[in-house]
């Protein structure tokens, strides 16, 4: 059994930051062919020009709102032009905003859940005919452990990260005699402008310095009080990507220094 991404057609969404660019990174160093997708093309080109140079594969930004139907058709129809077709997608574009449910903004929910799940439905749709013609292909949603337990203040975040491994079993289910594959990560935290911003929210939110946000509310339930790494939630979306059969399809993995054990 070999593990191999070389030469694939790989679309990672919000990969001008964060864990999406460690991904992107990660894939392109397997010999692929990477689809920096991100809200600006200026950022995307960056990213994208920065891993080309490092290869061994190559990688293109494409703008994309991942909430909106024509961007995302646009954008996966210019990767296939690009690249020949579509192997991997990796929907990870995401971003937090924590408010108790009564004061939670109702704007503010509806986008949240728009970035995660209209943006995992509408990638995983306009995708999945491309990977039926390739024979088979790989979705990743970036969940969350807020996919499998709560926390205060984020109640939009964490339906939303429950919401991917609906959203992924049923791919698994329909893309099984394709050889479609779906599956979910769920990491721990990991220090990325997504989590930095959170830590004075949270401390504002909650009465408590930033030192107990971080050790408390964030690395509290580790084994080892340390946060994951980009690094790490890359390598287990490489496994998942480049596994060359459906014996893992539907799976959610916590990548989370032990942060619940289910
Ligand atoms: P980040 O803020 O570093 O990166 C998120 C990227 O998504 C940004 O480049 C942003 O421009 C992009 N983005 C936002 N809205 C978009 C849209 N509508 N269309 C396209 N791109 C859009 O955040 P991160 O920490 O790398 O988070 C990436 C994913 O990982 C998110 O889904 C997040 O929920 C998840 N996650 C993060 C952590 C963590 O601790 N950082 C833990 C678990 C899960």
């Known amino acids: 059994m070999t593990m191999n991404l070389k030469?694939?057609?790989?679309?990672?969404?919000?990969?001008?930051?964060?864990?999406?660019r460690?991904?992107?990174e990660r894939y392109v160093r397997a010999g692929a062919s990477v689809a920096i997708a991100d809200l600006r093309q200026d950022a995307a080109d960056?990213?994208?020009?920065?891993?080309?140079?490092?290869?061994?594969?190559?990688?293109?930004?494409?703008?994309?709102?991942?909430?909106?139907?024509d961007q995302v058709n646009a954008g996966v129809?210019?990767?296939?032009?690009?690249?020949g077709g579509v192997d991997v997608l990796v929907s990870n574009a995401g971003i937090q905003i924590v408010h108790p449910v009564e004061e939670f903004p109702f704007a503010d929910w509806k986008k949240l859940l728009a970035i995660h799940l209209d943006?995992?439905?509408?990638?995983?749709?306009?995708?999945?005919?491309?990977m039926?013609?390739?024979?088979?292909?790989?979705?990743?949603?970036?969940?969350?452990?807020?996919s499998r337990e709560a926390s205060p203040l984020k109640s939009a975040y964490v339906t939303a990260k429950h919401g991917l491994l609906g959203l992924a079993r049923v791919?698994?289910?329909?893309?099984?005699?394709?050889?479609?594959?779906?599956?979910?990560?769920?990491?721990?935290?990991?220090?990325?402008?997504?989590?930095?911003?959170?830590i004075p929210e949270q401390a504002a939110e909650l009465g408590i310095s930033e030192q107990e946000v971080i050790e408390r509310i964030m690395l509290g339930e580790t084994v080892d009080k340390e946060f994951t790494t980009v690094e790490d939630v890359a390598e287990v979306a490489f496994v998942f990507a480049a596994f060359p059969t459906n014996a893992l399809t539907g799976q959610a993995l916590n990548v989370s220094h032990g942060w619940n054990m289910a």
């Open 132 to 146: 039926k013609a390739r024979g088979g292909g790989s979705i990743i949603f970036m969940g969350s452990v807020h």
């Open 119 to 130: 943006g995992a439905f509408l990638t995983s749709k306009t995708c999945i005919p491309h």
């Open 77 to 83: 129809a210019r990767v296939v032009a690009a690249f």
């Open 22 to 24: 460690a991904i992107a």
């Open 171 to 198: 791919i698994a289910k329909e893309g099984g005699a394709y050889g479609i594959r779906a599956n979910v990560i769920c990491p721990g935290f990991v220090r990325t402008p997504l989590v930095e911003k959170q």
């Open 7 to 20: 030469d694939k057609s790989c679309i990672v969404t919000g990969a001008a930051s964060g864990i999406g």
């Open 46 to 69: 960056a990213v994208a020009a920065e891993l080309t140079a490092k290869g061994p594969g190559r990688a293109i930004g494409v703008a994309m709102d991942v909430t909106d139907e």
